[in-house]
Nanobody, 123 residues
């Protein structure tokens, strides 16, 4: 599976961005999908995940109520809507696919990764 993330950029605090991740695999719906963020000098951290059907979603405590993960299986695409952004959200964001159809919190469960897209939030 090849994943292509896009939608990052520079935004002021309080602003919004929507990240997209397009997958090459036609059987996209079998994969749980996740978004992870990696700030400079830090480890990659879980942000959000969604099951293959889209029925179940999971979020890091730091983004609950601000970020929304969704997917369109007809378009082989997963999204991350990011609202009320703060400078602490600044990171490179990666999308990833896992054979665990329910999704996972753990990077080790994801076999396929996109190239990352930079999100920078200015104060």
């Amino acid at each position: 599976v090849q994943l292509q993330a896009s939608g990052g950029g520079l935004v002021q605090a309080g602003g919004s961005l929507r990240l997209s991740c397009a997958a090459s695999q036609r059987t996209f719906s079998v994969y749980g999908m996740g978004w992870f963020g990696q700030a400079p000098g830090k480890e990659r951290e879980f942000v959000a995940a969604i099951s293959g059907s889209g029925a179940s979603t999971y979020y890091a405590d730091s983004v609950k109520g601000r970020f929304t993960i969704s997917r369109d299986n007809a378009k082989n695409t997963v999204y991350l809507q990011m609202n009320s952004l703060t400078p602490e959200d600044t990171a490179v964001y990666y999308c990833a696919a896992t054979w665990k159809s329910g999704g996972s919190y753990y990077p080790r469960d994801y076999a396929y990764w996109g190239q990352g897209t930079q999100v920078t939030v200015s104060s």
